[in-house]
């Protein structure tokens, strides 16, 4: 199975400042098709994840443009350029490139 | 809009068995493959099946003892879980996949199972 691999776990952040969190892959998740299935999940407080953005870079729909999501091969970024007080929550990277999916351990955005 | 609604958890003898159901609706449910996905304090969130018209994958965790099934006619999905363990208690969620696009687009609000002895 593919292990993903989170960090920061937890990210203390003030208001109105960035955010960064990153995912690694234990193997590459480009699939045979050439695309990369790697997607960000947010999980507000008691409430199921939600997709945030699919395919390394494509925002969902309703997602708002402060969120963008980078990188290729084994290395992914998510970016909020500026957090606001809904986005506190646990954020999970996933693949989808090779059965079964599998998960990030979670990183923890709070405020400041 | 795009709605899964999960029931059938609840608490449950160690070694017995509970079958959870997926009601989709909003979409043509018999194009998607759907996930289980479950959720636990200890390990995060976890794939446990997957379930196109075609293929069904289990994780090695339930593998022999938990078997999903769907009726495309009733826009279900169902997962028979047999032999529950403690380390089975845990959030349960369905998921939609979009081929070629993502692996879990639409989720519903989860339904708890409890394995207790």
């Known amino acids: 199975d593919i292990v993903m691999t989170q960090t920061p776990l937890s990210s203390p952040v003030t208001l109105g400042q960035p955010a960064s969190i990153s995912c690694k892959s234990s193997q590459s998740l480009v699939h045979s098709n050439g695309d990369t299935y790697l997607s960000w999940l947010q999980q507000r407080p008691g409430q199921p994840p939600r997709l945030l953005i699919y395919k390394i870079s494509n925002r969902f729909s309703g997602v708002p443009d402060r969120f963008s999501g980078s990188g290729a091969g084994t290395d992914f970024t998510l970016k909020i350029s500026r957090v606001e007080a809904e986005d506190v929550g646990v954020y999970y990277c996933t693949q989808a490139s090779q059965l079964p999916y599998t998960f990030g351990q979670g990183t923890k955005l709070e405020i400041k | 809009e795009v709605q899964l609604v999960e029931s059938g958890g609840g608490l449950v003898q160690t070694g017995g068995s509970l079958r959870l159901s997926c009601a989709a609706s909003g979409f043509t449910f018999s194009n998607y493959p759907m996930i289980w996905v479950r959720q636990t304090p200890g390990k995060g969130l976890e794939c446990i099946s997957y379930?196109?018209?075609?293929?069904?994958v289990y994780a090695d965790s339930v593998r022999g003892r938990f078997t999903s099934s769907r009726d495309n006619g009733k826009n279900s999905l169902f997962l028979q879980m047999n032999g529950l363990r403690d380390e089975d208690t845990a959030v349960y969620y369905c998921a939609r996949v979009v081929p070629g696009v993502v692996g879990g687009d639409h989720w519903g609000q989860g339904t708890l199972v409890t394995v207790s002895s």
């Open positions: 379930i196109s018209s075609t293929t069904i």
